[in-house]
């Protein structure tokens, strides 16, 4: 195959797919995937790593074709398997979106982050909620960055401490003590920072726990959904002063 075949062959790849890099003391590894099936893999929509890469193949620049030796995977990754080694990628790496993507995503984002902070927190001179287009005008005057993957909520606990030294904001929220049995504790400690501001936490001899929390009033909702999902509703929550 000549030299402008295979340059023709890796453009055509390029457009079709994007990439996901992972970073390690160094050294870059990067497979092709799927741009559309990638992102609702990293935003938990789909599960299956099959319908997400696009290539049993790891490279050190996937650009210029250069493939990540087998010594490097091995001291790096710490297996010895290609899958195995294709799924830390993908789940650990970061995704690049394509241009187009990217636009959406920070525009869906924006709304939605708008939308939320309007619902959840108001001026503390009227108990009003600010109006969306005072908000939008704050995140542009703060010339706040939106994530186009990471989570809504994560993102409105970061961008809140910003906007108060634009417009004055007090949250609408209140206070939840939540018991979680031992088996689920662990997973359920990351999963309460994403959504709320963690106010204690009391282990018990069993090794359950039991936690003080503070919420906004739509992060609520959304905490004991996700709590009860991954604990299969075996946690019991109230509200307290």
């Known amino acids: 195959m000549n030299i402008y075949m295979k340059e023709f062959q ?23 995937v799927d741009p559309n099936y990638a992102l609702k893999f990293k935003q ?35 297996s010895n398997n290609l899958q195995e080694s294709l799924k830390i990628i993908l789940e650990k790496g970061e995704l690049l979106l394509t241009t187009q993507q990217r636009k959406q ?12 902070i309007a619902r959840n927190y108001v001026d503390p001179k009227t108990n009003i909620p600010h109006p969306p287009q005072r908000i939008e005008q704050a995140l542009q005057q703060a010339r706040i960055s939106i994530d186009p993957v990471k989570n809504v909520d994560e993102q409105v606990k970061a961008i809140i401490d910003e906007l108060r030294n634009i417009i004055p904001m007090k949250s609408e929220g209140n206070n939840l003590k939540i018991n979680i049995p031992s088996q689920f504790a662990p997973q ?29 009033a739509g992060s609520r909702v959304k905490l004991i959904n996700r709590l009860n999902s991954l604990t299969k509703g075996n946690i019991s929550a109230e509200e307290i002063n």
């Open 188 to 216: 359920s400690i990351s999963i309460i920072k994403v959504f709320g501001e963690i106010q204690s936490e009391e282990w018990q001899s069993d090794g359950s726990l039991i936690t003080k929390v503070y919420l906004s």
């Open 10 to 32: 890796r453009k055509n790849v390029m457009s079709k797919f994007t990439i996901i890099r992972l970073l390690i003391s160094g050294e870059r590894f990067e497979i092709f």
């Open 44 to 78: 938990g929509e789909i599960k299956d790593h099959n319908k997400v890469i696009a290539f049993d193949e790891i490279y050190s620049d996937a650009n210029k074709g250069i493939r990540a030796s087998n010594e490097k995977l091995k001291k790096h990754l710490k």
């Open 105 to 116: 995503k920070i525009e869906e984002k924006r709304k939605n982050i708008i939308t939320t």
